[in-house]
């Protein structure tokens, strides 16, 4: 069973930048996995954000984060992350990284919230403006 851990939130200021680390655990590989970053606010569902394979290859953003927002993974470390620069006050959310299979990936399906089967805690992101 694949397990997440988010860190790296905060506080920061509107323009700032922010790493978010998520660290998998539950197997010798996540081969067969989709990741993704997905964000709550009080009140609304969850976004999704960005997502990629771990396998590799291309990455997927939300319009809202496109150009500002770099997902990445390092397969060594079993680390997912998200680089998170000239963040904005709309961008205070709940942070979540999850995990989905592999073939609803490749479907598109990582827009979905609810596809993922694997999720982190969560850890929360504010950007005073």
Known sequence: QVQ????GGGLVQAGD???LSCAV????T???YGMGWLRQVPGKEREFVAAMSWIGGS???AE???GRFTISRDKTKKTLYLQMDS???EDTAVYYCAALALAKYYR???TSHSEYEYWGQGTQVTVSS
């Open 108 to 110: 598109g399906s990582y």
């Open 64 to 66: 809202s984060v496109k």
């Open 30 to 32: 996540f081969n067969a």
């Open 4 to 7: 997440l851990a988010e860190s």
């Open 87 to 89: 963040l904005k006050s």
């Open 59 to 61: 990455m997927n953003y």
């Open 17 to 19: 930048s922010l790493r």
């Open 25 to 28: 655990s539950g197997g010798d």
